[in-house]
């Protein structure tokens, strides 16, 4: 059953106000892939407040969250770091929240990072890096969270083609720039 007009279907939720806000304003440029996007957001943070000493997703976190593969969508590239910085670090301008850049550009930016990060902002970079990739990797890799508990929030957010949309667009990279198939991956 479809959601009245200006209502949000609630499978397009992430359970965080702020992420959900958030991807309202992006809502036309992710267009089909909404539900997708907005699954593996909620999934990455159920996977970061597993893995945070406290259980806690910051506003930081649940800002870059949001951010964080955005840039795909809205600047129409596999290459989406730099367009996800852009609109993060646009975000909260607008908000007045500043203070945050720094620490959200360094989680969007290292997020795909193969070895551990160690540099600034560590404890949240590093939680961030890790929780993306238990998801990436469909929960092969769990980075220490327990089993059940990643089947368990995979079977609370459905993929809905997200992981088949990414592996769409990262054939087309491969294909259009093939000795730049994976711009996003740090070492």
């Given at each position: 059953?479809?959601?009245?007009?200006?209502?949000r279907?609630?499978?397009?939720?992430?359970?965080?106000?702020?992420v959900?806000?958030i991807?309202?304003?992006f809502a036309?440029?992710?267009g089909?892939d909404?539900?997708g996007?907005?699954g593996?957001?909620a999934?990455?943070?159920a996977?970061?407040?597993?893995?945070?000493?406290?259980h806690q997703?910051p506003?930081?976190?649940?800002i870059?969250?949001a951010?964080h593969?955005?840039?795909i969508?809205?600047a129409r590239?596999?290459?989406?770091?730099?367009p996800?910085v852009?609109l993060?670090?646009d975000y909260?301008t607008?908000?007045?929240?500043e203070?945050l850049?720094p620490?959200v550009?360094r989680?969007i930016l290292?997020?795909h990072?193969?070895t551990p990060?160690?540099a600034q902002?560590?404890?949240?970079?590093?939680?961030f890096r890790r929780?993306d990739l238990?998801?990436?990797s469909?929960?092969?890799?769990?980075?220490?969270?327990?089993?059940?508990?990643?089947?368990?929030?995979r079977?609370?957010?459905p993929?809905?083609?997200?992981?088949?949309?990414l592996?769409q667009?990262?054939v087309?990279q491969?294909i259009e720039?093939p000795?730049?198939?994976?711009?996003?991956?740090?070492?």
């Amino acid at each position: 059953m479809a959601a009245a007009p200006g209502v949000r279907s609630p499978s397009c939720t992430t359970g965080f106000a702020l992420v959900d806000a958030i991807l309202e304003r992006f809502a036309g440029s992710l267009g089909a892939d909404r539900e997708g996007y907005a699954g593996h957001v909620a999934r990455v943070l159920a996977f970061y407040r597993g893995l945070a000493p406290g259980h806690q997703a910051p506003e930081q976190v649940q800002i870059a969250g949001a951010f964080h593969d955005l840039g795909i969508w809205t600047a129409r590239t596999f290459d989406y770091l730099a367009p996800s910085v852009r609109l993060a670090r646009d975000y909260l301008t607008v908000e007045g929240r500043e203070e945050l850049a720094p620490e959200v550009e360094r989680i969007i930016l290292e997020h795909h990072k193969i070895t551990p990060y160690r540099a600034q902002f560590h404890e949240t970079v590093e939680t961030f890096r890790r929780a993306d990739l238990v998801d990436l990797s469909l929960g092969a890799i769990r980075s220490g969270l327990p089993c059940g508990f990643v089947r368990e929030v995979r079977a609370s957010r459905p993929n809905t083609g997200f992981h088949r949309r990414l592996t769409q667009l990262g054939v087309r990279q491969a294909i259009e720039h093939p000795l730049h198939p994976l711009p996003m991956v740090r070492l």
